[in-house]
């Protein structure tokens, strides 16, 4: 009889440490811990001006979900937008497009936006932003011949990656730019809004 209590003890501790190494595998929501998930509205505005002159305006936006764990892979939204633009080749290369006889040789490089967003679950009603903006752009004749006096063509770019801290409704100025050749100043706004 003791035989048999002492064979059903042991089974008995080896189902439990198979369901404790179980637990330890398992994500955090299976384990036990709250995974809250709110969904937001992310509206995102990239202006930009001349002076005090606003010669355009860009809005985007994004629904992301917010948790309480930090950038999931699964739970950040993107947009990528933009065109690829013709730029005359030095020399043809093999991944060049053909051209028509006596044409220069022409390679296709994309510009546009891309705008990278996660958001996080703070206490308070508050959640935390994580942004990332790249855009990039050809320069107009007038912008390329203050930065050079070569005819070849001339691109211009930038990247801000930042963190704002926002509550439902709310909205901040979270980065400003200068364009140090053409005095252009980007500035890019953020609103966060809780989906009902």
Do not use: W
């Amino acid at each position: 009889m003791r035989v048999r209590a002492r064979s059903l003890f042991l089974a008995l501790g080896i189902v439990s440490m198979a369901v404790s190494a179980g637990a330890q595998n398992q994500p955090p929501a299976a384990a036990g811990l709250s995974a809250v998930s709110i969904p937001v509205r992310v509206q995102l505005v990239i202006a930009r001006y001349q002076g005090d002159k606003k010669v355009s305006s860009v809005p985007f936006t994004l629904f992301v979900n917010a948790t309480e764990l930090a950038n999931h892979a699964e739970e950040f939204s993107r947009v990528q937008m933009g065109v690829e633009v013709p730029i005359p080749a030095v020399a043809a290369p093999a991944e060049a497009k053909p051209n028509a006889p006596g044409q220069p040789a022409l390679q296709y490089r994309p510009f546009g936006t891309n705008i990278n967003c996660f958001a996080k679950v703070l206490d308070n009603g508050r959640f935390k932003l994580s942004v990332t903006i790249d855009e990039s752009m050809p320069y107009s004749d007038q912008d390329r011949s203050r930065s050079t006096s070569s005819p070849a063509p001339v691109f211009r770019s930038f990247r801000v990656s930042s963190f704002v801290v926002l509550k439902d409704g709310q909205s901040e100025q979270f980065s400003t730019a200068t364009d140090r050749f053409s005095g252009e100043v980007v500035k890019m706004d953020v609103t966060l809004s809780v989906v009902k």
